[in-house]
């Protein structure tokens, strides 16, 4: 033989998938809800998705090149979808330099400063979402218009979010039923003609969006409907004891970035528990703690919060919570 | 106005002097007496935590060392004679002077000797090599080349030669911590004596296969012929299962094995060079 | 809904290119290569000697040990030397070197093929026969057959299982024995059951064999207490833990042996060299070999004797292809690679696949990324990614905490990870660190 065989320890087949397949797949199950926004928004929308993605890779590209000296790996798409999530949690009048504070942010202390891809306890676009909430919230909160704010970006008619309306309400006493008068219905709280961050309005793209990373076996099922249901149950309870001081279940789930942060922000793979239980835990961690700062905290959205304080128990979920191992609980019959 | 002020410094300092109390009784009630004499031996130690004392730290072979009646056996490969003579002295207990020593590969296979018979592709560690089979090329003892012993080295005294494949040790900076020693999974590298000048001359080899065996998958194996055992005029080369093995205690470095070793398999280095005849050679222990 | 194990599994693509292969007999080699090591255990001990002529089906090595195997000579010749030679252990082993001369078996042996259905032994005159026989699970494990039989004090079998699940890519010969074979698999299990003292046994079958299920489906109406199992598809099933789930809803526990929860686990191949040993005489000298790969041009299922050069089969399935990159000795999932094709086929060899060069090497290593899948397919409930991270740096404490000697190499955490990170590597490290730890603090 001219060649030389190869000799490796087994297994010697491998399975298709690899990171890039999954981070595009990841980025493929976002467009409904993107498409929805540039319905809505227009040109804000591809704006700040633009500037963020980019912003976002050209980072991760400098960073890995200049300051880590290693080879840059801003083609396994973790970037993009990063930037994709960054924009996501934008409203679509942000200026440009914030949007690039955010990246800069979720990129630089979110992800690299812990080594990168893979090692970073925190979710990044939320890093960088919080930071921004915290440092501008002028600008952070000022939602455009849908529809009408089309062909605006910077000058958009800008109004308050449903659950904005909701909580000054509750708060100035006024009655939950004379309140939802105030706010879009049923329908286009779930198609998405609300005001609210680029990708959070879309309810029924995020689903479809969740469903095809389900389909693909991107992510399990346990995080999205552990929040979801927890959300559900506990925001159902207070509206069962009294209806005209909360808002309903329905109403919670649909608004603000619940499916955004259920589906694709709290499933982040590297902040996210390894074990299904872990994963209950979490989810159900995120959910009790959206309401609470949903109906008793200083904001109106709880998800990015509830996902970064739930993201810091990952590693402690990880550590005890274990698997039941094969053979460990003989209960034979 | 001046209310706030007044409260706020007085609730202040009430906090601190109660944080500063809890700490107290904590500290207090938590207190863990410790021989003083622990804090000495270590700062001796040279503070590698490298474990070749087989303990975890120096801290904890220090506090071994306090608690011990006979030190003699304890020794810290790293730790010059005059630490451990201070060490002695401060628990006034005897010690030994060891014979410095020094890591040696005992390995020659450069891919020049010891052509490649296959490519591996498994993860990048001698250890998994070594339990999947005989390695890239046909010596089973042969050096695998992926860097076990590179890696555990603390003292930066050992790297892998980009042409050879093979490590090599770098005397200056090599504290005999045994970390290697343990790490190879052939036992490939071994403790010798340091000698003058860093001089060494010793078996390059641990193949035990037949002679004919080894040499056709390495051209500088030891073949076990012998000759270097009949040449050497102090007993100081055995030859046990084909493989012969110079003890660096009885070695006087005369360099008389290496010319009659028929595979060149006997390495001399930092020898100065040989001169053509060969009657001016082998003053023993004539390096002067 | 068919049944199968509940945690973890994988499906690998199944590429069972050589299923529709009927059973080719390979010519006898010229030289035989028989290693004293074959098996689990302690190698044999040699009873020939340079010089000496053997019969096929002669005793040449001994069993040595509790754990350990006898070696019988597959072929007639002379014994040229005994020496040793690279085995499928990727090690120089002594192995017995024969030069075959024609093709004279041992009188006792019968050779014939007319099936013998009816015995009259006892469960022990069985074991002893098994054991006279060298014979080993051929699924490729290798471990002795007569100690499985053979039930501690203590404990009871009540079912025997016989593995026909063949999970594994490629590998088609118990699928072909199956079927080529049924009534002396059947026979054999009759066997196994009398040596066992069971009334019940089931052969657990994957779903990608419907005409082996078929076949056996409708030859166990005459054999009472044997039924058919066909199985969901679920790498990897073949393994005896997972087998045992799939089929009784038993879970051996950690650390145990399936024993405990009143079962054993034969493979199909051990059940028809079981029946050959005890009804004809005749050892353990010849198996069952598929050999497969996308670009031979012959591949096939052969029946080869015990010590033939891989090369030989190799040049039967129409010679190695030019873009060869891997030889592989077992199934594409726990079968080990090949340094060289001189290595001699063993008892444990259920396939010797060859792998065209791009599928040979492995793909570049990224940053684990935490997707948790290892975790999720792990039939084992392990959690390899903590193993593999742990191994690295040395916390075998961790690494035995965690239960890595529960693991059992199926590999499919290697084949499932996105970042294809060498898991399985780390985890065999950490494995036989962490035994070596075990067995020290027992001294």
């Known amino acids: ?333 | 106005m001046s209310d706030v002020i007044v409260y706020s410094i007085v609730s202040l300092s009430l906090l601190g002097v109660l944080a500063a109390l809890i700490l107290y009784i904590i500290a207090q009630k938590f207190k863990v007496i410790e021989d003083p004499r622990i804090d000495l031996v270590e700062q001796e130690l040279p503070g590698a935590n490298c474990g070749g004392c087989a303990m975890p730290g120096c801290r904890a072979f220090a506090e071994q060392l306090v608690k011990a009646d006979d030190i003699s056996d304890l020794n810290c490969p790293v730790a010059t004679n005059e630490n451990m003579a201070a060490i002695a002295k401060i628990l006034g207990k005897e010690i030994a002077e060891k014979e410095p020593l020094v890591a040696v590969v005992r390995c020659n296979g450069t891919p020049e000797f010891r052509p490649k018979t296959n490519h591996y592709d498994g993860a990048s560690e001698c250890s998994i090599a070594h339990s999947l089979y005989v390695g890239e090329s046909g010596c089973p003892s042969g050096c695998l080349g992926l860097g076990d012993c590179v890696r555990v080295c603390n003292f930066d005294a050992i790297h892998m030669d980009e042409k050879t494949g093979l490590p090599v040790v770098i005397d200056d900076k090599c504290t005999a911590c045994n970390a290697c020693v343990v790490a190879c999974p052939r036992d490939i590298i071994e403790l010798r004596k340091k000698n003058k000048k860093d001089r060494k001359i010793f078996v390059s080899c641990i193949n035990e296969e037949k002679g004919g065996v080894a040499r056709k998958n390495c051209k500088v194996a030891c073949i076990g012929c012998g000759r270097c055992v009949k040449e050497c005029p102090f007993e100081a080369i055995t030859l046990e299962n084909n493989l012969a093995y110079i003890d660096p205690f009885k070695c006087r470095l005369c360099r008389k094995c290496a010319p009659v070793c028929p595979t060149n398999a006997i390495l001399e280095i930092n020898f100065p060079p040989r001169k053509e005849k060969k009657e001016k050679e082998g003053t023993p222990a004539g390096e002067k | 809904m068919l049944k199968t194990f509940p945690k973890g599994g994988i499906h690998p693509a199944e590429y069972k290119i050589t299923a529709g292969k009927p059973i080719e007999v390979l010519p006898v080699p010229k030289t035989a290569i028989i290693p004293v090591s074959q098996h689990l255990g302690a190698p044999s001990t040699p009873v020939v000697k340079k010089g000496d002529t053997v019969k096929a089906g002669q005793l040449i090595a001994k069993s040595s040990a509790f754990v350990s195997a006898n070696i019988h000579s597959s072929v007639s010749g002379k014994v040229v030397k005994i020496d040793n030679v690279t085995d499928t252990s990727g090690y120089r082993k002594t192995s017995v070197i024969i030069e075959v001369e024609g093709d004279e078996w041992d009188e006792k042996i019968d050779t014939g093929k007319t099936l013998k259905k009816e015995f009259g032994l006892s469960g022990e005159e069985i074991i002893k026969k098994t054991e006279e026989a060298g014979i080993v699970g051929l699924g490729g494990a290798t471990f002795p057959s007569h100690i499985k039989l053979s039930v501690p004090k203590g404990k009871k079998a009540e079912v025997l299982i016989i593995n026909g699940a063949e999970c594994e890519p490629y590998l088609t010969s118990d699928h072909r024995l199956m079927l080529e074979k049924g009534d002396e698999l059947m026979v054999g299990t009759k066997l196994l059951m009398k040596a066992l003292g069971v009334e019940k046994a089931m052969i657990g079958i994957e779903n990608n064999k419907p005409d082996a299920v078929e076949h056996l489906t409708s030859l166990a109406v005459n054999y009472k207490g044997i039924s058919v199992h066909p199985l969901k598809v679920m790498y990897p099933q073949g393994a005896e833990k997972q087998l045992i789930k799939s089929l009784i809803n038993r879970e051996v526990p950690s650390g145990g042996l399936p024993i405990d929860v009143g079962t054993v686990v034969h493979n199909v191949g051990t059940a028809v060299a079981v029946y050959e040993a005890v009804q004809k005489n005749k050892p353990l000298v010849e198996r069952l070999v598929t050999i497969s790969g996308k670009s031979l041009k012959n591949p096939g299922n052969f029946m080869v004797r015990i010590g033939t050069p891989v090369s030989e089969l190799i040049e039967a399935a129409g010679g190695l292809p030019e873009d060869t990159g891997k030889v592989i000795n077992g199934g594409p999932m726990m079968g080990k690679a090949l340094n060289t094709i001189e290595v001699p086929v063993t008892k444990g060899t259920s396939g010797i696949l060859v792998f065209p060069e791009n599928e040979s090497k492995r793909e570049e290593v990224q940053n684990c990324i935490r997707c948790a899948r290892c975790v999720s397919i792990c039939p084992m409930a392990l959690e390899p990614y903590l193993l593999k991270a742990a191994s690295e740096r040395g916390m075998w404490e961790i690494v035995e905490n965690d239960k890595a000697l529960d693991c059992m190499e199926c590999g499919s955490c290697s084949y499932i990870c996105p970042s294809r990170l060498p898991l399985l590597d780390y985890i065999r490290l950490g494995k036989s660190n962490v035994s070596r730890i075990i067995r020290s603090r027992k001294q």
């Open chain 1, 1 to 333: 033989m001219s060649k030389l065989i190869t000799v490796s320890p087994s297994p010697h087949m491998h399975g298709k998938d690899n990171v890039k397949k999954l981070m595009y797949w990841v980025i493929l199950a976002l467009l409904p809800a993107f498409l929805v926004s540039v319905i809505f928004f227009g040109i804000g929308a591809l704006i700040v998705t633009a500037v963020s993605i980019v912003a976002c890779v050209g980072f991760e590209y400098l960073i890995q090149k200049y300051l880590m000296k290693v080879k840059p790996t801003i083609s396994d798409g973790s970037a993009a979808v990063t930037g994709l999530l960054l924009a996501f949690n934008l409203p679509t009048n942000i200026p440009v330099w914030i949007i690039l504070i955010g990246a800069l942010v979720a990129i630089g202390v979110g992800k690299m400063s812990f080594g990168g891809l893979g090692n970073n306890p925190f979710n990044p676009a939320l890093v960088g979402r919080v930071f921004l909430l915290i440092s501008f919230p002028v600008q952070m909160t000022s939602w455009p218009e849908p529809v009408v704010s089309r062909t605006q970006y910077a000058d958009a008619v800008t109004g308050p979010t449903p659950l904005a309306i909701i909580k000054e309400g509750i708060s100035d006493g006024i009655p939950v039923s004379e309140l939802m008068g105030q706010i879009p219905g049923y329908f286009d709280l779930f198609i998405g003609r609300m005001h609210g961050s680029m990708g959070e309005i879309g309810a029924l793209a995020l689903i479809i969006g969740g469903i095809i990373l389900l389909a693909r076996k991107v992510i399990t099922w346990h995080i999205p409907v552990s929040i979801l249901a927890t959300i559900f149950v506990f925001t159902g309870i207070l509206w069962g004891a009294n209806p005209e001081a909360n808002a309903d279940p329905i109403f919670h789930i649909l608004t603000g970035g619940v499916l955004l942060g259920a589906i694709f922000m709290a499933t982040d793979y590297a902040t996210s528990p390894m074990t299904p239980k872990g994963m209950w835990i979490y989810g159900i961690g995120i959910g009790i703690i959206t309401v609470v700062i949903r109906i008793w905290g200083a904001y109106p959205e709880g998800v990015s919060f509830a996902i970064l304080i739930m993201n810091a128990f990952v590693p402690i979920l990880n550590k005890y919570i274990k698997p039941k191992r094969f053979g460990e609980e003989v209960q034979n019959g």
